[in-house]
């Protein structure tokens, strides 16, 4: 099946820094990438959709100037937090659909924590 | 929107037992629904998706039946085994395109006791 990978897969960082998450797909090309958000013991939330060529089109209530997104080509998309504070901490999850019309095919996570 | 929820939130079983997660969705528009295996510290992983043509789909052990009049799913799993431990989340969908996101069940923590 399709392979989507993420880099790194764990960070720890001080608060009011930046830090960059990448979300790549190995074996496909994705126009569309989706970015999540799992708190502890919590389902999946969506934070934004990632538009290759386009911009980014985020959920309600997510600060599109504090998660930047950037889907620089087809197989790759990143995640910036910038000025991480604690309460960022989570694990950040993308999401790629499969070439096929249906099937999403998940990253194995980013744990982020803000000290 | 749509709205998914799940239960039970957590589940223990025996080795060996059936385990049932039920999910109801609120959108008659979705006809695609996913569920996915959740391991701690890991992505979800798909294990099994059902159409809104069929009623019901088989993959060895994992079975997903769908009732779309009463907006209702549900994952069953046979003869568990400790592996088998994980969340699982449910998903709808209300279109078969490239792109469509999905919205998911809150989760379920099953254990699956030796």
């Known amino acids: 099946g399709a392979v989507v990978s993420q880099h790194p897969s764990w960070v720890i960082c001080k608060s009011g820094t930046s830090v960059k998450i990448e979300c790549r797909s190995l074996?496909?090309?994705?126009?569309?990438m989706f970015w999540y958000r799992q708190f502890p013991k919590q389902s999946l939330m969506l934070m934004a959709t990632?538009?290759?060529?386009?911009?980014?089109?985020?959920e309600q209530g997510v600060e599109k100037d504090k998660f930047l997104i950037n889907h620089a080509s087809l197989t790759l998309s990143t995640l910036t937090v910038t000025s991480a504070h604690p309460e960022d901490s989570s694990f950040y999850i993308c999401?790629?659909?499969?070439?096929?019309?249906?099937?999403?095919?998940f990253g194995p996570g980013t744990r982020l924590t803000v000290t | 929107g749509e709205n998914v929820e799940q239960h039970p939130s957590t589940l223990s079983v025996q080795e060996g037992d059936s385990a049932v997660i039920k999910c109801t969705y609120s959108?008659?528009?979705?006809?695609?629904f996913p569920w996915y295996k959740q391991e701690l510290g890991k992505g979800p992983q798909l294990i099994i998706d059902?159409?809104?043509?069929?009623g019901e789909k088989k993959d060895q052990r994992i079975a997903v039946t769908l009732n779309k009049t009463a907006k209702h799913f549900s994952l069953h799993i046979t003869e568990t085994q400790p592996e088998d431990s994980a969340v699982y989340f449910c998903?709808?969908?209300?279109?078969?395109?490239?792109?469509?996101?999905?919205?998911f069940g809150p989760g379920t923590r099953l254990s699956v006791l030796p």
């Open positions: 999401s790629a659909p499969s070439s096929g019309p249906l099937g999403q095919y």
């Open positions: 074996d496909f090309q994705a126009t569309t």
């Open positions: 990632s538009n290759e060529g386009s911009k980014a089109t985020y």
């Open positions: 959108d008659s528009a979705s006809n695609y």
């Open positions: 059902i159409r809104s043509n069929v």
């Open positions: 998903a709808a969908s209300p279109l078969i395109n490239y792109g469509q996101n999905f919205v």
